[in-house]
């Protein structure tokens, strides 16, 4: 039976791939008949690749609204004040790490309800950890602007702030921006930076690879165009 509380619960980053699952994140999970989750589906999905010893149909999933999240989160700081353990899970790896959920934590805080994080699979810190940039120092920025001339501006605000401080900088990009957002990087940021792209971490095609800029060409990045991908930048 689960403990009273918030239960933080890692998903895979990459398909059906629970080897990055910890023994007891699924343990946690399996004991849960409460989620908060950003998508139902996926969840779903997520409870049946563990083998949930609970009918799928008796779990009771809560999908995160795209509005008034304040009003959904009093509804789930009420259940966990009545004492139902809650599970929340994200798309893919962490929850409340570049996607939503912190609200929920908060409150849990403030009103004295215990918060229990489960290890698991974070592509942000492993794209860092594997990209052999800076890992003291770091800034993650989720994903930059969509607009191309906004995107321009917050690169070279980046290229100025990794020259004053030497940080790492992180940011994401929705597959389909892949390609506007590399074509960017290697017109408007240095030879002489470094550029890391991890893409479909712990995934059978895993690919990381960090060069100089000058190092890169438009050919080699054409097979991140579709790929789910982590940048980093540094000196």
Known sequence: MSVVGLHLIPVPIAGGNLNSLSESSLEAARSLRH?????????????????HPTPINLIEIFEIPPKDESLFYQDMLNLLKNGTPLGMVSEAGMPCIADPGFLLVSKAHQNGIPVFPYPGPNS????????GFNGQEFHFHGYLPAKKEEL?????????????SHATHIFMETPYRNKQILELILT?????????????LTGPDQVIESRLIKKWNLQDLVKYYDS??????SK
């Open 188 to 200: 408007h940021i240095p030879s002489d930076m470094k550029l890391c792209i991890a893409s479909n």
């Open 124 to 131: 942000i810190l492993m794209a860092l950890m594997a990209s």
């Open 35 to 51: 989620f908060v989750v950003e998508r139902a589906k996926t969840a779903r999905a997520y409870l049946k690749l563990i083998e």
């Open 152 to 164: 321009r501006h917050k690169l070279i605000w980046i290229l100025n702030e990794i020259r004053k």
């Open 228 to 233: 789910p991908s982590i940048y980093l930048l």
